[in-house]
């Protein structure tokens, strides 16, 4: 290897090191978003699912999540040997003590950290839509099988070279054959839309809809309690974002620092654009909104972080913020109780960067020069969505069935009703002068409703929900 590839080398492993520990921040980040927009009684819990997360999905990620999402030996294109690599035998030395190489050009290993931070966020995300109601052990439950057989699979079929892939086996190159030996129009998932946000946006409608509603949806639902702590959550996804998006360059280059641009100016784009739609709507502009329209935007410019310019980022990333405002509100409309808005941030707005990156994408776009080309991107690009819809939908259904079947998911109504934390977790997360007791009963609740936050205003009733 000669001098400046060992340095081109060295400052790539940095980056990527780098990119790797800020995706690993945003699940935190995300468990403070999440936690400021739930009840003052539920955001221990709310924080504890995506800290749960962490635990659960990095181990099983080092036992068999690498292997079932980059191994060799490929399943039906669906998803890799879960044994080929399990507990990451021959995934970071050699037989020499030399660590490997990997497709980057880096060692092997830091593109496995890096990867298992995707893995984290992107179990975390389905949190959200179901604040306040399920027991912590059935979440755990959930999150590591959904990583297991929805999570690795995507990632495998998108990124390792499966069905959703440029590769010459996958739905993209029966469509509209190859070249080279891959696809002749290659899919577009820069950094997740499919893998990440369709799927996780996906397995949250799933859930609200076996799981169920709140006690009180849609009358009487808790506000969110604490703003700031929202405010906060949001600027550390942003950041963190940086390395969601930037990192999956795989290299300290310009098409990392395009993708930087083009994420700041689409998350920019998208905070104005829900702006926008709140101002005409409801009157006023609101901080819940400009956190909700960061991250509508940095979801809708993940898969099209890399294929963009920075003017096309504003324009996909106004859209999706506005599309991502109105999509909030289908939850009322439908009846579906997604908590806290898992659906109509992350599937409407990962669902329109995936397909509106084939309107804009750099000379391959319909309105940027693609011609036939671009109207052929458009296609694939609604196939690999709807394609990773189903795969997870159907996944998630199983797997929620199966839960509700034998452990179940609910607390029971008087938890729920005096707030999961203490029910769950035996702790509460304010002690506000003596007044916030630890509920054992009903006799608790008329003076828990009249510190912090908005509970739900009427006496408990265990025969009404």
Same mark, same amino acid.
């Given at each position: 290897?000669?001098?400046?590839?060992?340095?081109?080398?060295?400052?790539?492993?940095?980056?990527?090191?780098?990119?790797?520990?800020?995706?690993?921040?945003?699940?935190?980040?995300?468990?403070?978003?999440?936690?400021?927009?739930?009840?003052?009684?539920?955001?221990?819990?709310?924080?504890?699912?995506?800290?749960?997360?962490?635990?659960?999905?990095?181990?099983?990620?080092?036992?068999?999540?690498?292997?079932?999402?980059?191994?060799?030996?490929?399943?039906?294109?669906?998803?890799?040997?879960?044994?080929?690599?399990?507990?990451?035998?021959?995934?970071?030395?050699?037989? @020499?003590?030399?660590?490997?190489?990997?497709?980057?050009?880096?060692? @092997?290993?830091?593109?496995?950290?890096?990867?298992?931070?995707?893995?984290?966020?992107?179990?975390?995300?389905?949190? !959200?839509?179901?604040?306040?109601?399920?027991?912590?052990?059935?979440?755990?439950?959930?999150?590591?099988?959904?990583?297991?057989?929805?999570?690795?699979?995507?990632?495998?079929?998108?990124?390792?070279?499966?069905?959703?892939?440029?590769?010459?086996?996958?739905?993209?190159?029966?469509?509209?054959?190859?070249?080279?030996?891959?696809?002749?129009?290659?899919?577009? *998932?820069?950094?997740?839309?499919?893998?990440?946000?369709?799927?996780?946006?996906?397995?949250?409608?799933?859930?609200?809809?076996?799981?169920?509603?709140?006690?009180?949806?849609?009358?009487?639902?808790?506000?969110?309690?604490?703003?700031?702590?929202?405010?906060?959550?949001?600027?550390?996804?942003?950041?963190?974002?940086?390395?969601?998006?930037?990192?999956?360059?795989?290299?300290?280059?310009?098409?990392?620092?395009?993708?930087?641009?083009?994420?700041?100016?689409?998350?920019?784009?998208?905070?104005? !654009?829900?702006?926008?739609?709140?101002?005409?709507?409801?009157?006023?502009?609101?901080?819940?909104?400009?956190?909700?329209?960061?991250?509508?935007?940095?979801?809708?410019?993940?898969?099209a972080a890399g294929d963009l310019t920075p003017v096309t980022s504003l324009i996909l990333g106004a859209i999706g !913020?506005?599309?991502?405002?109105? !999509?909030?509100?289908?939850?009322?409309?439908?009846?579906?109780?997604?908590?806290?808005?898992?659906?109509?941030?992350?599937?409407?707005?990962?669902?329109?960067?995936?397909?509106?990156?084939?309107?804009?994408?750099?000379?391959?776009?319909?309105?940027?020069?693609?011609?036939?080309?671009?109207?052929?991107?458009?296609?694939?690009?609604?196939?690999?969505?709807?394609?990773?819809?189903?795969?997870?939908?159907?996944?998630?259904?199983?797997?929620?069935?199966?839960?509700?079947?034998?452990?179940?998911?609910?607390?029971?109504?008087?938890?729920?009703?005096?707030?999961? *934390?203490?029910?769950?977790?035996?702790e509460t997360a304010y002690d506000i002068s003596g007044t916030e007791l630890r509920p054992t009963g009903l006799t608790?609740?008329?003076?828990?409703?009249?510190?912090?936050?908005?509970?739900?205003?009427?006496?408990?009733?265990?025969?009404?929900?």
């Amino acid at each position: 290897m000669t001098t400046d590839a060992i340095v081109a080398a060295s400052g790539n492993s940095a980056w990527m090191l780098i990119s790797a520990s800020l995706v690993l921040l945003m699940t935190p980040g995300l468990a403070l978003f999440y936690g400021g927009m739930s009840s003052r009684r539920n955001v221990l819990n709310m924080m504890m699912m995506s800290f749960g997360v962490l635990g659960i999905v990095s181990v099983i990620y080092v036992l068999w999540g690498w292997s079932m999402s980059y191994g060799t030996q490929s399943i039906w294109g669906i998803f890799a040997n879960p044994f080929e690599f399990f507990g990451l035998k021959d995934s970071i030395v050699d037989a @020499n003590g030399n660590y490997i190489e990997g497709a980057a050009g880096y060692p @092997n290993i830091i593109d496995v950290g890096f990867q298992l931070t995707f893995a984290c966020i992107s179990t975390a995300i389905i949190s !959200g839509a179901l604040a306040g109601r399920v027991k912590f052990s059935a979440w755990m439950l959930f999150a590591g099988a959904w990583a297991t057989f929805a999570y690795f699979p995507l990632a495998h079929m998108v990124w390792g070279g499966g069905l959703l892939s440029h590769s010459e086996n996958g739905f993209s190159a029966w469509m509209f054959g190859t070249e080279n030996g891959e696809a002749l129009i290659a899919p577009i *998932d820069f950094a997740g839309g499919t893998v990440v946000h369709i799927s996780a946006g996906t397995a949250a409608l799933v859930l609200a809809l076996v799981v169920g509603k709140r006690m009180g949806f849609p009358q009487n639902i808790g506000k969110p309690h604490n703003l700031p702590l929202v405010m906060l959550g949001a600027a550390l996804l942003w950041f963190g974002w940086f390395g969601f998006n930037g990192g999956s360059a795989f290299a300290a280059d310009g098409l990392a620092g395009l993708a930087w641009v083009n994420t700041t100016a689409a998350t920019a784009a998208a905070m104005l !654009g829900w702006f926008l739609v709140e101002k005409i709507r409801d009157g006023h502009a609101t901080t819940l909104g400009a956190a909700s329209g960061i991250v509508a935007g940095l979801v809708t410019i993940t898969p099209a972080a890399g294929d963009l310019t920075p003017v096309t980022s504003l324009i996909l990333g106004a859209i999706g !913020g506005v599309l991502a405002c109105l !999509g909030v509100g289908l939850k009322f409309r439908f009846g579906y109780d997604d908590s806290l808005d898992v659906v109509g941030i992350h599937l409407v707005a990962g669902l329109w960067g995936t397909i509106g990156v084939a309107f804009v994408a750099t000379d391959r776009g319909i309105f940027t020069g693609g011609g036939t080309e671009g109207w052929m991107l458009l296609i694939v690009q609604i196939v690999i969505a709807v394609v990773a819809m189903a795969f997870t939908a159907v996944i998630t259904l199983i797997i929620a069935l199966a839960i509700k079947a034998t452990i179940g998911w609910r607390i029971d109504k008087e938890a729920e009703y005096n707030g999961i *934390d203490f029910a769950e977790h035996r702790e509460t997360a304010y002690d506000i002068s003596g007044t916030e007791l630890r509920p054992t009963g009903l006799t608790a609740q008329t003076q828990a409703h009249t510190s912090l936050g908005n509970e739900i205003p009427v006496p408990f009733n265990a025969s009404k929900e």
